[in-house]
Nanobody
Framework: QVQLVESGGGLVQAGGSLRLSCAAS????????MGWFRQAPGKERELVAA????????YYTNSGKGRFTISRDNAKNTVTLQMNSLKPDDTAIYYC???????????????????WGKGTLVTVSS
């Protein structure tokens, strides 16, 4: 069992930045890959970024490439998503989730994840 708690969401103007954090507990943190997903109203949940257990491999979808940075601190059991140059289209609930393998995230997206947090709301105003 893994428990995940996201934080850092809020209201920001277009062009601004937010830093999301996900705190994990319940299992050795470095043994699993992590992903950040988001779900906008009326849309499917989509992958934004992923990071391997060691932190050595990172992946970004077009949604966040060049603007978002994923990182993890295995000593503190946290994964963060630094989001810059935010746009109104980034408005969504952001979730962190775990997967045993990075490959599970890349091949299966949300269906490849094992545990999910409850999400944190990001609202970007124009």
């Amino acid at each position: 069992q893994v428990q995940l708690v996201e934080s850092g969401g809020g209201l920001v103007q277009a062009g601004g930045s937010l830093r999301l954090s996900c705190a994990a507990s319940g299992r050795t943190f470095s043994t699993y890959a992590m992903g950040w997903f988001r779900q906008a109203p009326g849309k499917e949940r989509e992958l934004v970024a992923a990071i391997s257990g060691s932190g050595s491999t990172k992946y970004y979808t077009n949604s966040g490439k060049g603007r978002f940075t994923i990182s993890r601190d295995n000593a503190k059991n946290t994964v963060t998503l630094q989001m810059n140059s935010l746009k109104p289209d980034d408005t969504a609930i952001y979730y962190c989730a775990t997967a045993d393998l990075m490959r599970s995230i890349l091949d299966r997206g949300s269906s490849g994840m094992d545990y999910w947090g409850k999400g944190t709301l990001v609202t970007v105003s124009s």
